[in-house]
Antibody, heavy 118, light 111 residues
């Protein structure tokens, strides 16, 4: 059974940093590209970042480019999102989701809440 | 403002058929396949339809998808109370720096 479990969320002040993690199991993690998708409270879904299986290709949404860094450790079956210079508008539940390039996000984690507030 | 346009709400009574629309442009729906997600209250999104009209294993055949030009639709037949959820459409966008785009979501209420 495919499982994605996010962690690392919490309350952070504007301008601060946070690192999210996503632990994957139930599939060959090193063979799949991964994504982060977020959802602000009461709002819709917003794609944040993509990383290919070998980390050779990385994309970011314009809203986070230059502030967020996606990475992965295939030996640890883990996906990460380093978030710097956080803003109030980054407040959201962050989901890790499996998706090949151009394809559907076929499995999602339960999400981790990031709150940016003073 | 979402790139894909969905009605904010839809409703139906048990047993009815309801449809949810999703409108895009030539750079997303017009040139790429559409996926639909179901988000039950307080849970993570779940893939419901992919590649316009394909159902993942375990999704009832009451759910169906279609696409025409720059628009897509999700149809739910034999509506059940457990179908009450938010539904999102999504597609790859060929515009510069766009990648995946989502609709704003449609809240389906079963009356």
């Amino acid at each position: 059974e495919v499982q994605l479990v996010e962690s690392g969320g919490g309350l952070v002040q504007p301008g601060g940093s946070l690192r999210l993690s996503c632990a994957a199991s139930g599939f060959t993690f090193s063979s799949y590209s991964m994504n982060w998708v977020r959802q602000a409270p009461g709002k819709g879904l917003e794609w944040v970042s993509y990383i290919s299986s070998s980390s050779s290709t990385i994309y970011y949404a314009d809203s986070v480019k230059g502030r967020f860094t996606i990475s992965r450790d295939n030996a640890k079956n883990s996906l990460y999102l380093q978030m710097n210079s956080l803003r109030a508008e980054d407040t959201a539940v962050y989901y890790c989701a499996r998706a090949i390039l151009y394809g559907p996000h076929d499995y999602w984690g339960q999400g981790t809440l990031v709150t940016v507030s003073s | 403002q979402s790139v894909l346009t969905q009605p904010p709400s839809a409703s139906g009574t048990p047993g009815q058929r309801v449809t949810i629309s999703c409108s895009g442009s030539s750079s997303n729906i017009g040139s790429n396949t559409v996926n639909w997600y179901q988000q039950l209250p307080g849970t993570a999104p779940k893939l419901l339809i992919y590649s316009n009209n394909q159902r993942p294993s375990g999704v009832p055949d009451r759910f169906s998808g279609s696409k025409s030009g720059t628009s897509a639709s999700l149809a739910i037949s034999g509506l059940q109370s457990e179908d009450e959820a938010d539904y999102y459409c999504a597609a790859w966008d060929d515009s510069l720096n766009a990648y995946w785009v989502f609709g704003g979501g449609t809240k389906l209420t079963v009356l």
